[in-house]
């Protein structure tokens, strides 16, 4: 079994809202990462978690907050998102960072 | 840094006919790692398949199949007897065997299956 799974599917938020995204795996999977896609583009990097602690941030803005609450709960927190910031959220956990990663569905954030 | 292209942003089959995706990368490095992911509309990145840079047996999962050239830095992917379900954007992936998590993609190739 190879699923990881996101809510909510999709996000509506303005510039002064407060929300969350969340990404569960219960493969016993001990790396996470978020993904931000726009549209026809690849997926981008934003953050590596390895055993519950941040390795890696690919310099994403601080409205972007990452939390790693246990090894199967990954949520990205957002805040004064801007327009911009709309696009595919993408949830990827692996069994450690040298492992394959298996993506979840998304999140597909629309920001007014 | 490494890099990864995929020269052909569309490509279009008839259904059950064979198509060639094609993806090379540039790496100093020996030891990688290479994913070939689809991406139909309903988003989700799902894996086809994956190449261990250290073996010469190319990868094959059923219908898709890889041509891993080492010495050419080149990954195509091949779809046999296409199916309308293999529609997709595709995705060629370079991982690095140590240090960095990161997963480099190329630009991706749309996949229209005609029936």
């Known amino acids: 079994d190879t699923e990881v799974t996101q809510t909510p599917k999709h996000l509506v938020m303005g510039m002064t809202n407060k929300k969350s995204l969340k990404c569960e795996q219960h493969m016993g999977h001990r790396a996470m990462y978020w993904y931000k896609q726009k549209a026809k583009k690849p997926p981008e990097l934003m953050f590596v978690?390895?055993?519950?602690?941040?390795?890696i941030n690919e310099s994403v803005p601080s409205r972007f907050s990452p939390e790693c609450p246990n090894s199967s709960l990954l949520n990205l927190h957002l805040h004064a998102l801007q327009p911009e910031d709309s696009a595919l959220y993408l949830c990827?956990?692996?069994?450690?960072?040298?492992?394959?990663?298996?993506f979840g569905p998304g999140t597909r954030l629309t920001v007014l | 840094a490494q890099t990864v292209t995929q020269s052909q942003p569309e490509m279009s089959v008839q259904e059950a006919e064979t198509v060639t995706l094609s993806c090379t990368y540039d790496?100093?490095?020996?030891?990688?790692?290479l994913f070939w992911y689809k991406q139909p509309p309903s988003r989700q990145m799902i894996l086809v398949i994956r190449?261990?840079?250290?073996?010469?047996q190319n990868a094959t999962e059923n219908r898709f199949s890889v041509n891993f050239q080492k010495a050419a830095k080149s990954f195509s992917l091949k779809i046999s007897d296409s199916q309308l379900g293999d529609a997709a954007m595709y995705f060629c992936a370079y991982r690095s065997a140590e240090g960095a998590q990161k997963l480099v993609f190329g630009q991706g190739t749309r996949l229209t299956i005609n029936p």
């Open positions: 990827a956990s692996s069994q450690a960072v040298s492992y394959t990663q298996y």
């Open positions: 190449q261990e840079a250290y073996k010469q």
């Open positions: 978690y390895s055993y519950e602690k941040l390795s």
């Open positions: 790496t100093s490095e020996s030891d990688y790692y």
